[in-house]
Structures are given as structure tokens and as C-alpha cells.
């Protein structure tokens, strides 16, 4: 293949802008030629912003008509596998929006397809391209703060204060579940490439009040288990009412911790500019889209297997399917259960 990657984008709405932003900073790697939605006249917009892309308001005619060479999914999570297989089956490479689908049977169902038809799958786990993120990755494989313990992370929303109430993300058949899946996810992508792959999890979840209208979790708390022997406990709100949108994330080892707690922090045994005291990590963030999209286009170019591809992914979605059936069966879950069916 070559640059520019003809591009289509199926879903103009709020995360796509982040997209479509993106891939305008990288013209010389794609060009987007056509913008689908159901609602014309997001496509529209998001076609004039391209610079006069072709405008569709279903998937299928874009598939069949414009001349694309792969397309970048941002639509709600229980299209994610439709679209994603209609695209593979026409022969276009995948970019699709974290969940990869709404639960891990799909996610299987696309890595087939994809498989099959010889075009690349990947998951925009945007997470994991934050500057901020492949910094600490870096510090973590330096082993500065030794073998890593034990980790606690967060992702504090209060979604009825950011969605409108009735929104796809209230409701379990079209997002696939609630916190867990729509926003712990970024965590648990993360921490699978932080720290390592993930063995076992106990999990407890509520469903508050506080969002009118979900037939979901809006709570869950869930423990997991390393391969390596670390454990971890995240907790995914969507009930976090009157807090700001927050994120913890706090790494305990033999020799150090690191925290970004009022910003990324440091303390490690091993350097003596962080030993006994919590250093400040100057680390300049980037745009994470950019970064996933620029890793997505260079990996279509090179022919490599993206990091997030579909294939790794399918731990990601066993780890949320794992957290969901140990809130259910209230035990303790390991993922080979989960791999297993
Ligand atoms: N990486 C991140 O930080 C991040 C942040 C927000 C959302 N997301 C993910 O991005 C995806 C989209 O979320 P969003 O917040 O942009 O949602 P959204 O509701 O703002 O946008 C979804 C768009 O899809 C369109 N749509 C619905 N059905 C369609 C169909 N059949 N064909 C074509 N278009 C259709 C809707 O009209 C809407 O414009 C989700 O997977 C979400 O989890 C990721």
C-alpha cells in the first residue's frame, strides 16, 4: 500500500472530531475520502472538514462504493463487529474505537474475519499512546522501581453529568455494559501492557441512582490478578457524581513508586535524584490520537502487527467478560475460563 491510505470515517460524532483532527495533522499519511453517519448532517460536517470527502449515511453503501483502503470505526460499541467484519469481507484495514466490541464472542468474530481476509485489525487503545504512559512503560522495564507490587487505578466519571440521559452508554445492549466496559476499559488495556497479563479477577459491582435510566453497572470494583505475581485493584465509576473527570494511577515496587497523583510523581530507591522523596517527572504529553493513528498508518505501510492489535485485544475484552461474570457469580474468576469459551 501506499501514502496517502485512503481513509473513511464510519461514526461523526464526538471522539471522531479527535480522528478527523488527526489525520488532517498527518496528510502524508492519509487522506480521508469519505464520512459516514446515520445523522447526514455530522457527516457533512466532518466531509467538509476533510476537504470535500464523500458523504454516506450507511456503512454498506461506503464499503461498496468509495474507494477506500481501510476505515476508522468510531460508533457505538455494539456496531463495532457488524461494521468491522463488513469492512474486513470488502477488504479494508480496521481501525475501531476501544471496547473492540461489545463483548469478547464478538471480538473474536472480527480477529476471524480479519484473519480471513488478510487486513489489519486494530484496537485505538488510546492509553497506551500517551506520552505520558510509554514514559512510565519505559521507567517500569528499566526496573527503577523493582518488581512491581501492587497498582491502584481509577477512572472517576459521573456519566448522567456528561452524557444526555437516554445516551447509548446508559444501556447494556448497545454499549455492552457500563463502567466496565466503557471506561475501565482504558485501564485494563493499560495495566495488561504496563504490568503484565492478567490472570485472575474478583470483581463487586452497583448500579446507583445517580443515572437515571441505566440498565447497567455505573460501580464496580474488581481485583486483578498478574501472571507476575502483582495485584491490583481498579475501580470504574461512572457514579462519581460532582467529580471532576479523574484518573489515579499509582505503581508500588520493591524500590520506588510512581504516581500521578497532582501530576506524574516519582520516588525510587535506585536513583539518587528520586530516592526518600516524590520527584516530579517533567514528561511534555502529545496527542494520543495522533499517535495511535500515526502507529495504525505506519503498521498498514510496513506491514507490522499494530500493539493494540485485534488479536491482543481479545485479552482486554476477556479481562472485562471475566470482571463481569465474577460481579455475577460473586467468585473469583481466572481468565482461562474466559479464554476458554
Ligand atoms: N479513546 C477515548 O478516549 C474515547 C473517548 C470517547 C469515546 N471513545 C469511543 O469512541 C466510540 C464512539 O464514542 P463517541 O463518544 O464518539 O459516541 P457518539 O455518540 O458521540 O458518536 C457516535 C456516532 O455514531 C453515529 N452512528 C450511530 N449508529 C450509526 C450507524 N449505524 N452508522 C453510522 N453512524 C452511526 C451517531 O450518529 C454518532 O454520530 C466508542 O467506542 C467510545 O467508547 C473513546
Known amino acids: 500500500m501506499e501514502a496517502p491510505i485512503k481513509l473513511g470515517m464510519i461514526g461523526c460524532g464526538g471522539i471522531a472530531k479527535a480522528h478527523l483532527r488527526a489525520c488532517m495533522q498527518l496528510s502524508h499519511l492519509f487522506r480521508i475520502v469519505a464520512c459516514c453517519d446515520v445523522r447526514k448532517e455530522a457527516a457533512e460536517k466532518s466531509a467538509e472538514s476533510a476537504g470535500n470527502a464523500l458523504v454516506f449515511t450507511d456503512y454498506r453503501e461506503m464499503l461498496s462504493h468509495a474507494d477506500i483502503d481501510a476505515v476508522d470505526i468510531t460508533l457505538p460499541h455494539h456496531l463495532h463487529a457488524e461494521v468491522a467484519i463488513a469492512a474486513a469481507e470488502a477488504g479494508k484495514h480496521v481501525l475501531v474505537e476501544k471496547p473492540m466490541a461489545n463483548n469478547l464472542a464478538e471480538a473474536k468474530s472480527m ?8 487486513v489489519t485489525l486494530m484496537v485505538a487503545q488510546s492509553q497506551r499512546y500517551m506520552a505520558e504512559h510509554r514514559e512510565i512503560k519505559r521507567l517500569l522495564n528499566e526496573k527503577v522501581i523493582g518488581q512491581i507490587l501492587y497498582v491502584r487505578a481509577s477512572v472517576d466519571q459521573h456519566l448522567a453529568a456528561i452524557r444526555p440521559l437516554g ?175
Not at 480477529?111 to 488478510?118: E, I, L, M, S, T
Not at 457524581?241 to 535506585?270: C, F, M, Q, R
Request: aromatic share 8%; hydrophobic share 45%.
Open 167 to 341: 445516551d447509548w452508554l446508559f444501556k447494556r445492549s448497545l454499549a455492552g455494559g457500563g463502567s466496565v466496559i466503557s471506561i475501565g476499559v482504558h485501564k485494563i488495556d493499560l495495566l495488561r501492557w504496563l504490568v503484565g497479563e492478567i490472570v485472575a479477577v474478583f470483581a463487586v459491582e452497583r448500579q446507583s441512582p445517580i443515572n437515571p435510566g441505566m440498565d447497567c453497572e455505573d460501580i464496580s470494583v474488581a481485583i486483578l490478578e498478574f501472571e507476575n505475581g502483582a495485584v491490583a485493584d481498579l475501580a470504574s465509576l461512572y457514579a462519581a457524581k460532582a467529580s471532576p473527570w479523574s484518573e489515579l494511577l499509582a505503581i508500588y515496587g520493591t524500590e520506588g513508586v510512581i504516581h500521578n497523583i497532582g501530576g506524574w510523581h516519582i520516588n525510587s530507591d535506585k536513583v539518587s535524584e528520586w530516592k526518600g522523596k516524590f520527584a516530579k517527572l517533567e514528561i511534555q504529553p502529545e496527542d494520543p490520537f495522533r499517535n495511535e493513528l500515526e502507529h495504525f498508518g505506519n503498521c498498514l505501510l510496513s506491514e507490522h502487527e499494530p500493539l493494540t492489535s485485534g488479536h491482543d485485544n481479545l485479552k482486554t475484552m476477556a479481562v472485562i467478560e471475566a470482571i463481569y461474570l465474577s460481579a455475577r457469580e460473586q467468585s473469583r474468576v481466572e481468565l482461562s475460563e474466559v479464554m476458554a469459551t
Open 111 to 118: 480477529v476471524d474475519a480479519a484473519d480471513k481476509y488478510g
